[in-house]
């Protein structure tokens, strides 16, 4: 069986699941879909269809067992996700975890009446880290959960800091405090304020004649942002930005620690580090693209998330083949 | 739905499970099955029926929902799941894996044929650690595979030295190469030797007169075991065994590390820190015998492994909850 792949959006996301099809030999793009001029979309991959948007609801349904929706959380997906899955399977990458609840709701009712299948929320997190958050929970009933983030940029983070007067350019970097990781991986079970999880760490470029004292003190005062953290901020270069901070890379740490029933202690620590955090997230959304895509071969429809999702629909080797080489 | 837990052999592993059920406000014990004399055995449960495993197969069925099986893998699990599995919904952890694909068939069709579920190797590795290989494979198709054990007790290895003449009592640690763990960590895909990935350290109570060069000879070159290892030998006193090397603790890393299609690298790690390794492999039994209960409840049949389980199944938590609280 060929996965046909769809992809919708063709941002830093939808380029990474173009290039990651060719990584799954299972699978095939059979369009990139734009909400832009298609025209003005210079993609990698060679004689693809690059089409509108607009082709995907008029007209036939076009033959795509998969619609990777690659876009942004904040105002597209919840409006995107439930619009395609009336004639498509689709995955996304929904990351605002407050609204996880809503959006599965609005996309679970189309899904189901249209008879399509959809999976929200794929990615690492959430994705793995809340796969590995429910796992934790299950094997070490009595215990404490810990996440820490980075070190990676942060790209909000990074837009706060934009949105400064007198800053040209800005990348944020959270960092785990590692003497506190440190303290979780030796079963001590601490409680941990923001502060003492994470720091931030601010590279800018000031314009010319900014107040750059002015600028740093925005930044560590800054509500909900940096106001709760310890920011250290450094001042660099246009050329030592595009040089040093041009890559986006992400990662960080799950951990559940607790006791059995006899009183021993049991950590368990499942951690990702990413020199790209887009390129990964692709590859993610891909592998639930294969789930899905069998699932809905054997009738399920509706919204689904990766707890709903036996680890073996996300291979493209038959079980026989998993239990013998990695069980 | 509580779910009623059977447990069938009392060594570690079973006093485990037994300890574990009061972890998991969802299950209840209901028996504790052994093919010894019922009337031999000290539960550490108050008011638990102790019966003869005889009991589960002759006469009316038990009202068990699921039976855990807590034997050896050697001569006792290929024979006993496949039986209990005629009339009971099982759990066995399983573990030596080369012979995974005849036990899972044997289990198969028996349980098929008899309408009950069955879940073979659960545990930590085979258990989570496969899960772990899956994941990696899925998420980072171009890559490489890493697995350390330790620092942890292997009993096979300590069972070893004990048969040799002139050991009173021994007990062998294998002890991953933290270096060769750093390699990996770092990206850099090491190709990596039996040697260079584990370290064993054996802890030995010789007897009086015996000749100690002559044990240490005799462990450093046993084939399979130690010949292809680093290996340190320790004489110690009956005392300090009983004092410094009394628990089973284990644990170890699945490592996964590739390129994405860009190039950009990726690791996964995932650990587990264990004071007791069968109280640990006792609570994850548990939460599969939870998926069991209602994959079985859903009308599921025959043999399964932890890749056939989709996650929310383990989870005591309805998939509203872990939607809010894990995604």
Chains 1, 2 share one sequence.
Not at 45 to 66: E, F, H, K, P, Y
Not at 81 to 87: D, I, L, N, Q, V
Not at 284 to 300: H, N
Request: charged share 25%.
């Amino acid at each position: 069986m060929t996965i046909k792949i769809g992809i919708l959006g063709y941002g830093n996301l939808g380029r990474g699941v173009e290039a990651a099809v060719h990584q799954n030999a299972d699978m095939k793009l059979v369009g990139i879909f734009t909400r832009r001029d298609p025209v003005s979309l210079h993609t990698a991959t060679q004689g693809v269809a690059v089409r509108s948007a607009d082709d995907l609801l008029s007209g036939d349904r076009l033959d795509i067992d998969v619609l990777v929706i690659c876009a942004g959380s904040a105002t597209d997906l919840p409006e995107m996700t439930p619009r395609y899955a009336r004639r498509y399977n689709v995955v996304d990458s929904f990351d605002t975890h407050a609204h996880i609840p809503d959006h599965f709701s609005a996309v679970d009712a189309v899904a189901g009446e249209a008879g399509t299948l959809a999976l929200i929320s794929a990615g690492w997190d959430p994705g793995l880290f809340s796969l590995n958050r429910l796992f934790g929970n299950a094997f070490i009933p009595e215990g404490k959960d810990y996440t820490f983030w980075g070190r990676g940029v942060s790209q909000g983070h990074s837009d706060a800091v934009r949105r400064i007067e007198g800053v040209a350019d800005a990348r944020q970097y959270t960092v785990p405090v590692e003497s506190a990781l440190e303290e979780v991986r030796a079963g001590k079970n601490p409680e941990l304020i923001t502060r003492q999880k994470h720091t931030r760490e601010v590279y800018v470029v000031a314009e010319e004649g900014a107040d750059r004292d002015a600028i740093t003190e925005e930044i560590t005062t800054m509500p909900n942002y940096f106001d709760e953290y310890d920011t250290t901020v450094h001042f660099i270069s246009q050329e030592e930005m595009d040089r040093d901070h041009s890559q986006l890379p992400h990662g960080g740490f799950v951990l559940r620690s607790g006791k059995m029933a006899s009183g021993a202690g049991s950590v368990i620590e499942y951690s990702l580090k990413l020199d790209s955090n887009p390129d990964f997230t692709s590859s993610v959304l891909l592998a639930y693209a294969r789930a899905v895509a069998r699932m809905s071969a054997e009738g399920q429809k509706g919204c689904r998330t990766v707890f709903d999702v036996a680890p073996s629909y996300l291979s493209p080797h038959d079980n026989g083949y998993l239990r013998s080489h990695y069980l």
